[in-house]
C-alpha cells in the first residue's frame, strides 16, 4: 500500500494498475506458501495457527482488489482493457477467497488428518500462483511475451493435473470412504481445492487475452 | 408494468432503466418479506403456503430481468454504463432465483424444523435487500451519495455475517447431526441461503462502482 | 478446422467468427447423441466406451475456443459485439466441459443403474443442444429471425423442464434412497446435468441479446 501511493505521485496514473497487480500476486505467492506449509505440518496445533493467519491475508487481498476496482471507476486510460482488468481482479480475488475458504473448512470441519490428495493440490495450486506471479510482474514492461505464454500454458496443465487429482480423490473416497459423513466433508474439500486451481487457470487466461491484444 | 409503460411515454428513454429496476426490488423486497414471515411461521401448511407463494414472485422477476435486457439491446443511450446494467439485473435476479431456490429445497427435502440458522440467514437476506431498494432508488437522482455508499458497506457486511452464519452451522451440522442424509440436506440448504447474500453483495458491488464513476 | 482455413483466405476476417461457433455447436450435437446413446445402452462396457469418448470431444471443443478467444484478442471487426462472443464462446465451452463432467462423475462413482431422472436429462440436453444448433447456424445470415427467437424460448422452456426434473429427483432421491453414499452420489449427477441445461439457456440468452442488437 506504499508502494501504491509512491506510485500514484510518480508514475502516470495508468500504471497503478501494475503495482496493485503485483501487490495481489505478492499476496497470493505468500497465501499458497503458508498454505503448502500448513499442510505438511504435522503438529495440529501449529497447523491451525497457519491455517488461521490466512484470513488476514485474504482481508488484506480484498482491500487491494478493492483499490482496483476503484480506480477501474475513476480512471479513463487504463494500460488494458477495462474488462480484462475488471476479470483478471476478479480471478485473482477468488483465488485468495477459495484458498481460504478450503483453510475454513479444515478448520470447521475438524479434517485433523491431511491425506495425500490435499497435499498434492496443495502443491499443485502453489505452483499454479508461482506462474501466475512470474506472469503479471512480467506484465509491466511486456518485453518477455514469450513468458508470459509459458506460464499460461503451464496454469492451463495444472489445472488439468487439479481435474485429475479430484477424480482420483473421488474413486478414492467412495472406494474406501465407508463414513457418509467423511465422504460428504473430503469431498466439499477436494471440490474446493480444485476450484482454486480453476480460478488460476481463469487468470492465466485473462493474461493470454492481453498479451494477445498487445502482441 | 403499468408505470413502466407511462415512463417510456413521458420520460427520456433511458429513464426506464430506473423504473424497471426499481420495480426488481420492489419484488425482491416482497419476496424476502415474504420469505421472513414463512420462517417464523410456526404451522406447516401455512408456512408452506407462504413458500409457495414465492414461485409466482420469481416469475415475475424474470419477466422484468427480460425486459431489462430488451432495453439494453435496443437503447444507444443508458443512464449508466451498459455493462454495469447487465451485471446488476443479473445480481438482483440471482438474488430472486436462490430466494425461490432455497424455499423450494425446504419443500422438496420436506424440512420441517426452521432452525435457528435459518431464521437467522432470512433477517440478513432481509436486511440486505432492504439495503439494496434504498440504494436502487437513491440511484434515479444521485443526489444523496453518502447514503448508497452506506448501503454498499452495509450488504458487504451482512455478507460477511452469512459467511460466519454458514461457517457456525456448518460446525454444529457436523457435531451434532448424525443422520448423515439430514447433513446433506441442511448443508444445501445453507450454502444456498449463503448465496442469497453473496448476490446481494455482488448487486451492491455493481452499484457501488457506477456511483465512483458518476461522483 | 479445414474449413476454418478456408474461411480465412477467402472470406473477410469477420466471418471466421460464425465458422468456429457453427464447429462449436457441430461438436456439441455430436456430443449430445452419444451421451443420449450411452445413457440408453443396457451393456456396462459399450455404455462405457461411449462416455469416454467424450473426453476428446471435449479437448476438441476447448481447441476452438481457444481459437475464438485468439481470434477475438486480435480482430478489430467482430460480426457482433465483443462481449456477446466472449460470452456465448463461453456458455458453449461450458456446456462440453460440464456434459463431460457429468460423464465423468458416472464413471467415477461407479454409477451402473441408468434412472429414468438421467435419462430424461439427456433427452432435454439433447433436444436443447439440437436447438442452439439450428440457432447458430442461423445467425450467419439474419435472415430468419423468427426462428432464431423460436429456439431461445425453446430453450428456455427445456431449462425449466430440467429444474423441474431436478427437483422430482431429489425428492424421489430423499424419499427412497436409504444409502447416504447414493444420495451424494445421484444427487451430485442430477445437479451437474442440470448444470448442462442452464449453460444451454446462457448460450440461448447472448444468441437472443445478438439479434434484439441487430433486428
Known amino acids: 500500500m506504499g508502494l501504491g501511493s509512491f506510485v500514484k505521485i510518480f508514475l502516470p496514473k495508468d500504471k497503478v494498475f501494475y503495482s496493485l497487480f503485483?501487490?495481489?500476486?505478492?499476496?497470493l505467492k505468500n497465501m499458497s506458501e503458508i498454505f503448502i506449509k500448513a499442510m505438511n505440518e504435522t503438529d495440529y496445533n501449529r497447523r491451525l495457527e497457519l491455517l488461521k493467519s490466512l484470513d488476514e491475508w485474504e482481508s488484506r487481498n480484498d482491500e487491494v482488489t478493492h483499490k482496483i476496482f476503484i480506480e477501474l471507476g475513476s480512471n479513463f486510460i487504463?494500460?488494458?482493457d477495462r474488462e480484462d482488468i475488471h476479470y483478471l481482479a476478479t480471478a485473482l480475488d477468488d483465488i485468495a477467497d477459495f484458498m481460504w475458504g478450503s483453510a475454513k473448512r479444515m478448520m470447521n470441519y475438524g479434517i485433523e488428518d491431511i491425506d495425500d490428495v490435499t497435499k498434492k493440490f496443495a502443491d499443485i495450486i502453489n505452483r499454479a500462483v508461482l506462474s501466475l506471479h512470474t506472469g503479471i510482474h512480467e506484465l509491466r514492461?511486456?518485453?518477455?511475451?514469450?513468458?508470459v505464454t509459458e506460464v499460461c500454458v503451464n496454469v492451463n496443465s495444472l489445472e488439468n493435473e487439479g481435474d485429475d487429482l479430484l477424480d482420483k480423490g473421488?474413486?478414492?473416497?467412495?472406494?474406501t470412504g465407508t463414513n457418509p459423513i467423511e465422504v460428504i466433508k473430503k469431498k466439499d474439500l477436494y471440490q474446493m481445492l480444485e476450484t482454486?486451481?480453476?480460478k488460476c487457470e481463469d487468470a492465466a487466461n485473462v493474461i493470454?487475452?492481453?498479451i494477445i491484444k498487445y502482441a
Not at 503485483?22 to 499476496?27: D, L, Q
Not at 514492461?141 to 513468458?147: D, E, I, S, T, Y
Request: glycine fraction near 0%; aromatic fraction near 8%; avoid cysteine.
Open 141 to 147: 514492461n511486456m518485453k518477455n511475451l514469450r513468458a
Open 170 to 175: 473421488m474413486v478414492q473416497l467412495f472406494s
Open 78 to 80: 487504463t494500460p488494458f
Open 22 to 27: 503485483e501487490e495481489v500476486v505478492n499476496n
Open 196 to 198: 482454486v486451481t480453476d
Open 208 to 210: 493470454e487475452s492481453i
